[in-house]
């Protein structure tokens, strides 16, 4: 954020009294109504799709195996339950995008961009096409997003955006200081650019649990607290082992992303790196008024370590991102998704930007990890002679670009060209993340330097330059 540009102080004490009587528990989950999870799987079963992952990955690939072809058997098989993971806890930006952004996609696959932002657009529309035909009440809006300069050499930034976006059939409106703080008001703003179809807002746990309930009236057989542990090739199909018994499938899904993948050599492509969210006390009329935001836009700034925030159903702020946190080993752990470090360091960030909010409070705070692969969107393929599909990296953006994935893993198992598998983005693969110390000394330059880019006026240092001629670069 622009008042940051030197040094990052101490938040207030203010700031994190903010805190104090925040739950450390995700907001989505947090619901009264949240479905009870369904039983285990007890036995041995038998499917022609076994579908691996009960996020959303896993629900757009057993629901559109099933429009497909109905009469196909489905499975799915959820570790824990359906939307526990990123799916419920994340900030419920659903993007068109399927490349994170369109400076990745342009950095990479620059000669079918066109085809990549248009194929990102039809995505978001049957998604909110699939919504409304099933029913799903999880507070979907097409409400676009702004992203927002705070520092002045992000206004230039923006306005070369408008004009590059234009070239691959991307329409996008750049409003300057007063125009972007007549949308939302904070003293930090300096521009903005407004993609007023691209992105939906959602409730996440809500969209999750929609889904389900949807692969269900379709015929879907949905197991959860069933982890499987093994996955081997049985006959001319595959079987998959858990602790209480066993799928017999002629084909596989996996939907598992940040978590270790079934088959191992995927797992040196992936790394799991924890992002952090707040969500505030509702706001009152006068709270409300005092910001602006009638049009309910999510927001991101246009930092390389990036806030994002949105307004919920009933007008709390969720305010999350910034720090990134990568532990040695890839490690994963429930402990890890408390932070007090990180939230305090949010806080002060979140009254900096809305001073006018000050005495709000916060209500609850968490954190999960992110499948992060070296070219920040996702990659796709297939295993055991194409009788296993996986869709996997999607680096934070997957609330949309999930379901493409899913449909490009139907693709693969059901042996149809399409122009989604014709894609370059779809036919190549990332690099994998080197070995232990490796990892860790790498992941750890690549954030001291996107820091210190963003407090050089954006200035890349010499090691993020050598990241983008190797094509593991990222500019958010």
Same mark, same amino acid.
């Given at each position: 954020? #622009?008042?940051? !540009?030197?040094?990052?102080?101490?938040?207030? %004490? /203010?700031?994190? *009294?903010?805190?104090? =009587?925040? &739950?450390?528990?995700?907001?989505?989950?947090?619901?009264?109504?949240?479905?009870?999870?369904?039983?285990?799987?007890?036995?041995?079963?038998?499917?022609?799709?076994?579908?691996?992952?009960?996020?959303?990955?896993?629900?757009?690939?057993?629901?559109?195996?099933?429009?497909?072809?109905?009469?196909?058997?489905?499975?799915?098989?959820?570790?824990?339950?359906?939307?526990?993971?990123?799916?419920?806890?994340?900030?419920?930006?659903?993007?068109?995008?399927?490349?994170?952004?369109?400076?990745?996609?342009?950095?990479?696959?620059?000669?079918?961009?066109?085809?990549?932002?248009?194929?990102?657009?039809?995505?978001?529309?049957?998604?909110?096409?699939?919504?409304?035909?099933?029913?799903?009440?999880?507070?979907?809006?097409?409400? #676009?997003?702004? !992203?927002?300069?705070?520092?002045?050499?992000? %206004? /230039?930034?923006? *306005?070369?955006?408008? =004009?590059? &976006?234009?070239?691959?059939?991307?329409?996008?409106?750049?409003?300057?200081?007063?125009?972007?703080?007549?949308?939302?008001?904070?003293?930090?703003?300096?521009?903005?650019?407004?993609?007023?179809?691209?992105?939906?807002?959602?409730?996440?746990?809500?969209?999750?649990?929609?889904?389900?309930?949807?692969?269900?009236?379709?015929?879907?057989?949905?197991?959860?607290?069933?982890?499987?542990?093994?996955?081997?090739?049985?006959?001319?199909?595959?079987?998959?082992?858990?602790?209480?018994?066993?799928?017999?499938?002629?084909?596989?899904?996996?939907?598992?992303?940040?978590?270790?993948?079934?088959?191992?050599?995927?797992?040196?492509?992936?790394?799991?790196?924890?992002?952090?969210?707040?969500?505030?006390?509702?706001?009152?009329? #006068?709270?409300?008024?005092?910001?602006?935001?009638?049009?309910?836009?999510?927001?991101?700034?246009?930092?390389?370590?990036?806030?994002?925030?949105?307004?919920?159903?009933?007008?709390?702020?969720?305010?999350?991102?910034?720090?990134?946190?990568?532990?040695?080993?890839?490690?994963?752990?429930?402990?890890?998704?408390?932070?007090?470090?990180?939230?305090?360091?949010?806080?002060?960030?979140?009254?900096?930007?809305?001073?006018?909010?000050?005495?709000?409070?916060?209500?609850?705070?968490?954190?999960?990890?992110?499948?992060?692969?070296?070219?920040?969107?996702?990659?796709?393929?297939?295993?055991?002679?194409?009788?296993?599909?996986?869709?996997?990296?999607?680096?934070?953006?997957?609330?949309?670009?999930?379901?493409?994935?899913?449909?490009?893993?139907?693709?693969?198992?059901?042996?149809?060209?399409?122009?989604?598998?014709?894609?370059?983005?779809?036919?190549?693969?990332?690099?994998?993340?080197?070995?232990?110390?490796?990892?860790?000394?790498?992941?750890?330059?690549?954030?001291?330097?996107?820091?210190?880019?963003?407090?050089?006026?954006?200035?890349?240092?010499?090691?993020?330059?050598?990241?983008?001629?190797?094509?593991?670069?990222?500019?958010?």
């Amino acid at each position: 954020m #622009g008042p940051r !540009n030197t040094s990052d102080p101490a938040p207030s %004490v /203010e700031a994190v *009294r903010s805190l104090a =009587d925040a &739950a450390p528990v995700p907001f989505w989950l947090d619901q009264p109504d949240r479905p009870a999870p369904h039983a285990a799987l007890i036995g041995d079963d038998h499917c022609d799709l076994a579908v691996v992952g009960g996020g959303y990955s896993g629900l757009w690939t057993a629901l559109i195996a099933k429009e497909r072809n109905p009469s196909r058997d489905v499975v799915l098989i959820e570790a824990h339950e359906i939307g526990w993971a990123a799916s419920g806890r994340n900030g419920g930006f659903c993007a068109a995008s399927l490349t994170h952004g369109f400076h990745n996609g342009l950095d990479r696959w620059e000669g079918e961009l066109a085809r990549l932002e248009r194929l990102g657009e039809e995505n978001l529309d049957e998604i909110e096409a699939a919504i409304e035909r099933y029913g799903i009440e999880c507070d979907f809006r097409r409400t #676009g997003e702004l !992203n927002v300069a705070t520092q002045p050499h992000q %206004v /230039e930034e923006l *306005r070369e955006e408008i =004009d590059l &976006a234009a070239k691959y059939g991307t329409e996008l409106t750049f409003l300057d200081r007063d125009e972007v703080r007549a949308e939302v008001d904070s003293p930090t703003y300096l521009a903005g650019v407004w993609d007023r179809t691209g992105c939906a807002i959602v409730d996440p746990a809500r969209l999750a649990w929609g889904l389900k309930a949807a692969c269900e009236s379709l015929g879907v057989r949905v197991f959860e607290r069933t982890k499987v542990t093994e996955l081997a090739e049985h006959g001319s199909g595959m079987v998959l082992k858990t602790p209480y018994g066993r799928v017999f499938a002629g084909h596989v899904a996996l939907g598992t992303n940040v978590f270790p993948s079934l088959v191992k050599r995927l797992r040196p492509f992936v790394v799991p790196v924890y992002d952090y969210a707040m969500m505030t006390e509702p706001l009152s009329a #006068g709270q409300l008024a005092a910001i602006g935001w009638n049009n309910r836009q999510g927001i991101g700034d246009t930092n390389n370590q990036f806030h994002y925030y949105r307004l919920s159903a009933d007008n709390r702020i969720l305010w999350g991102g910034y720090d990134a946190v990568y532990h040695y080993g890839s490690r994963l752990s429930p402990e890890l998704d408390q932070r007090p470090e990180t939230f305090a360091k949010l806080a002060g960030h979140f009254f900096e930007t809305f001073p006018q909010l000050e005495g709000l409070r916060f209500t609850h705070t968490w954190g999960g990890a992110i499948d992060t692969c070296s070219r920040f969107s996702a990659f796709f393929g297939t295993a055991y002679k194409g009788k296993v599909a996986y869709a996997m990296g999607y680096t934070g953006l997957g609330v949309g670009a999930t379901r493409f994935g899913a449909e490009v893993m139907l693709d693969k198992l059901d042996g149809r060209p399409t122009e989604r598998t014709e894609l370059e983005m779809v036919r190549t693969k990332p690099l994998p993340f080197p070995p232990e110390p490796i990892k860790w000394a790498g992941v750890t330059m690549t954030k001291w330097s996107m820091d210190r880019a963003d407090k050089n006026a954006g200035k890349r240092n010499l090691w993020l330059k050598t990241l983008d001629k190797l094509g593991m670069g990222f500019d958010s």
